[in-house]
């Protein structure tokens, strides 16, 4: 089993699981979990407001799945607060429409306020309640997904995400400016014998134009790296002393987990410290 973390949300799941489909904000989404089989279970969240109580959401959720079984000709049984997770406010439910079966539960999170439903699809009941029993929400501000693993502040929210094969970008908005971690697979073909700091200036060329760089090594995750800047060469912000955003990051080379990191903020200000945190949270073998 391995740790999952996704916008304040994690879970305990096997190892073979991560995300199918994942879409919404920080108020209101959903995501998939699962493995070679499909789907296996899904998260749904909604931000509580007025009308919006932990019991009705699951009603109206129970309504939809039953109309649509019966649209397709299936049989159609429900059960709603079965005692299957005992945890105070959380209401376990099951329901089974032809061949497929579920287990959920759906609570209220007290700090965000957040009403988080999640179901296992056509699992054991044992193997359901492992999983159910360990949902948390913003108990911790940990991220776990495809494997990259790391610990951020709280008041980070993720507004970008890109997920490709060999490649991963997570965009979040912070107090001070904006902070991005990358990641690349693949590490031994993308360097094909450079060093790191000429691979970045290959790899970042176009987003860096008519940009000053500064490599500075540094040790990071017990391997060799750079701390970078970038900063726009302009005389006349020199001149007028303009505080304009500028590039601050660290990056380095996972040798035994064959992969680049690169954790950078953009901001007006240098914000190292949180950076170095951040970067060293980052499990990268």
């Known amino acids: 089993m391995k740790l999952f973390g996704w916008r304040g949300i994690s879970l305990s799941v096997p190892e073979d699981w991560d995300i199918v489909f994942v879409g919404g904000n920080e108020g209101s989404g959903y995501l998939s979990l699962g493995g070679s089989s499909g789907i296996k279970q899904e998260i749904k969240w909604t931000q509580s407001k007025g009308k919006y109580t932990p019991l009705k959401i699951l009603k109206g959720f129970i309504d939809k799945i039953e109309k649509n079984a019966k ?3 299936h049989a159609f049984e429900s059960l709603i607060d079965t005692k299957m997770v005992k945890r105070d406010g959380v209401i376990s439910f099951e329901w089974t429409a032809g061949q497929l079966k579920a287990f959920g539960a759906v609570y209220l999170c007290a700090k965000c306020r957040r009403i988080v439903l999640s179901q296992v699809l056509n699992e054991s009941k044992q193997k359901s309640f492992g999983l159910l029993s360990k949902l948390k929400c913003h108990e911790t501000g940990f991220w776990n997904v495809y494997g990259l693993e790391l610990n951020l502040p709280e008041d980070m929210v993720l507004k970008e995400h890109i997920f490709k094969s060999g490649f991963i970008k997570l965009v979040f908005l912070t107090p001070f400016g904006k902070l991005t971690v990358e990641r690349w697979g693949m590490a031994s073909n993308i360097l094909d014998g450079r060093s790191l700091s000429e691979w970045f200036r290959y790899a970042y060329k176009d987003s860096v134009k008519k940009m000053g760089f500064e490599f500075e ?10 701390k970078i800047t970038i900063k726009k060469k302009a005389l006349i912000e020199k001149i007028l002393r303009i505080k304009k955003p500028f590039t601050e990051g660290f990056c380095w080379h996972c040798p035994a987990s064959n992969k680049v ?4 903020t953009e901001s007006v200000t240098s914000h190292e410290e949180t950076l170095a945190k951040i970067a060293g949270s980052i499990k990268c073998h």
Do not use: C, P, Q
Not at 217 to 226: D, I, K, N, P, Q
């Open 71 to 73: 649209a397709k000709g």
């Open 261 to 264: 990191f690169y954790v950078h």
């Open 217 to 226: 090594s540094v040790r990071l995750s017990a391997h060799e790296g750079l």
